[in-house]
């Protein structure tokens, strides 16, 4: 099983700031990489998907780079609304997908 | 529009069954891969299983043999059988489409509590 580590687990940031997080795999998984927003309450949302490509409709303050094992989710601005949490998701090994245990982003 | 609705969950006993439903508009589910994902309460995120176009179906360990993925064409509907429930298979369960080796569109969830 390919597993997937993020870091930090947890942030405080305020609105603005540059906000990196992190996802690492067990393995090379190329750039089968994804990126996911959770808000309370809610279903998670796809931000980024094959390591860089920003999904439609998701603001371009949001980015993601990387290859191998280690990834990047970068946020330029953070805005009110990107209080969340994030999750980084492997679909290298498809259909056994895992994801990251998530990264929280909230309000310092 | 693209929706996806979860029904059937809710508060089953231990080793009891369950069914849950996905009923999707906006794109046909016998053309695309469909999934199930679950979140325990305050937990992350984990894959339960996938129904691919073709009919091939996946599960992880902790599910396999106890969890079965179908679909009905003529409702445009996803199922997951649950059965041999178990206090940890406890979590809000999403159904998810997966195109480009990512899961792009969500349904809202729907809570599967096991408790006696």
């Known amino acids: 099983d390919i597993q997937m580590t993020q870091s930090p687990s947890s942030l405080s940031a305020s609105v603005g700031d540059r906000v990196t997080i992190t996802c690492r795999a067990s393995q090379s998984i190329v750039n089968y990489l994804n990126w996911y927003q959770q808000k309370p309450g809610k279903a998670p949302k796809l931000l980024i998907y094959s390591a860089s490509n920003l999904q439609s409709g998701v603001p371009s303050r949001f980015s993601g780079s990387g290859s191998g094992t280690d990834f990047s989710l970068t946020i330029s601005s953070l805005q009110p609304e990107d209080f969340a949490t994030y999750y980084c998701?492997?679909?290298?090994?498809?259909?056994?997908?895992?994801f990251g245990p998530g990264t929280k982003v909230d309000l310092k | 529009e693209v929706q996806l609705v979860e029904s059937g969950g809710g508060l089953v006993q231990p080793g009891g069954s369950l069914r849950l439903s996905c009923v999707v508009s906006g794109f046909t589910v016998n053309s695309n891969y469909m999934n199930w994902v679950r979140q325990a309460p305050g937990q992350g995120l984990e894959w339960v299983s996938i129904?691919?176009?073709?009919?091939?179906?996946y599960y992880p360990d902790s599910v396999k043999g106890r969890f079965t993925i179908s679909r009905d064409n003529s409702k445009n509907t996803v199922f997951l059988q649950m059965d041999s429930l178990r206090a940890e298979d406890t979590a809000v369960y999403y159904c998810?489409?997966?195109?480009?080796?990512?899961?792009?569109?969500w349904g809202q969830g729907i809570l599967v509590t096991v408790s006696s």
């Open positions: 998701q492997q679909s290298y090994n498809s259909p056994m997908f895992t």
């Open positions: 129904i691919h176009s073709g009919g091939a179906t």
């Open positions: 998810a489409r997966e195109a480009k080796n990512s899961f792009d569109y």
